[in-house]
């Protein structure tokens, strides 16, 4: 089993840079394909980004581009988000999420933290 627990979040205003950490433990002989998902009030969870299994690859959605990067501790068992230059509209509880192929699809993640909220203001 595998247990997942975020951090970092919290309140900051549009602008301000904020990062989250994504803590594994359990099945550490495994490395695990990382992600980052979110979801706000009212709408479905999306995903954000996501870090292959040995940390080459890294994949974002269109709309954290050039703002969000993803990263593996040295550990290996500690993913990042490093988010830039945060919106109004990023405003959503993160999710971050853990399986054997690094992916936007929700349905590839075996393992689920129970989110952190992050609150972007005007």
């Known amino acids: 089993q595998v247990q997942l627990v975020e951090s970092g979040g919290g309140l900051v205003q549009a602008g301000a840079p904020l990062r989250l950490s994504c803590a594994e433990s359990g099945r550490t002989s495994t490395t695990y394909a990382m992600g980052w998902f979110r979801q706000a009030p009212g709408k479905e969870r999306e995903f954000v980004a996501a870090i292959s299994r040995g940390g080459l690859n890294t994949y974002y959605a269109d709309s954290v581009k050039g703002r969000f990067t993803i990263s593996r501790g040295s550990d290996k068992n500690t993913v990042y988000l490093q988010m830039n230059s945060l919106k109004p509209e990023d405003t959503a509880v993160f999710y971050c999420?853990?399986?054997?192929?690094?992916?936007?699809?929700?349905?590839?993640?075996?393992?689920w933290g129970e989110g952190i909220q992050v609150t972007v203001s005007s």
């Open positions: 999420a853990a399986g054997l192929r690094g992916s936007s699809r929700y349905a590839d993640y075996d393992y």
